[in-house]
């Protein structure tokens, strides 16, 4: 499955060269609406049962499951990074108050999303699937 998972990423970066964002503008555009969850760590959320989504609004953020708000906060893109950074402040959840920092990238209608897990200083710089961050991959609705 992590080959799988790591082969979809790496096939997306090559299309991202085409058809993706190139500053933090275009990029906070591009994220703009909602986007449904595929895939969490290499599984796909359908197989877990549950149905979750990420909205971008403006400078914002909301985490749905189930039609339940799970995490709401701000979030910064580093366009000057490739690939880019983003920080995720959150407001509401788990953690308020903390910030997790990540990779992004959009192409083809296709949100990939690497972070760290809370509590961890360390930022992920690729793609590929490691037990210590998470890995989301999202279609927009």
């Given at each position: 499955?992590?080959?799988?998972?790591?082969?979809?990423?790496?096939?997306?970066a090559?299309?991202?060269?085409?058809?993706?964002?190139?500053?933090?503008?275009?990029?906070?555009?591009?994220?703009?609406?909602?986007?449904?969850?595929?895939?969490?760590?290499?599984?796909?959320?359908?197989?877990?049962?549950?149905?979750?989504?990420?909205?971008?609004?403006?400078?914002?953020?909301?985490?749905?499951?189930?039609?339940?708000?799970?995490?709401?906060?701000?979030?910064?893109?580093?366009?000057?990074?490739?690939?880019?950074?983003?920080?995720?402040?959150?407001?509401?959840?788990?953690?308020?108050?903390?910030?997790?920092?990540?990779?992004?990238?959009?192409?083809?209608?296709?949100?990939?999303?690497?972070?760290?897990?809370?509590?961890?200083?360390?930022?992920?710089?690729d793609?590929?699937?490691?037990?210590?961050?998470?890995?989301?991959?999202?279609?927009?609705?």
């Amino acid at each position: 499955m992590k080959w799988l998972m790591t082969s979809y990423v790496l096939a997306m970066a090559s299309l991202a060269a085409q058809s993706a964002p190139q500053d933090a503008t275009g990029m906070t555009a591009a994220l703009q609406g909602s986007w449904t969850l595929t895939h969490v760590n290499g599984k796909a959320v359908s197989s877990l049962g549950q149905k979750s989504s990420l909205a971008f609004t403006g400078n914002t953020y909301v985490v749905t499951t189930n039609g339940q708000v799970k995490e709401r906060g701000i979030f910064r893109i580093n366009g000057a990074t490739n690939p880019m950074q983003i920080d995720m402040r959150m407001t509401e959840g788990i953690a308020p108050g903390s910030t997790q920092l990540g990779v992004i990238q959009v192409a083809s209608g296709t949100l990939a999303l690497k972070t760290n897990t809370i509590g961890a200083p360390q930022r992920p710089t690729d793609f590929k699937a490691d037990p210590r961050y998470v890995l989301v991959v999202a279609q927009k609705e």
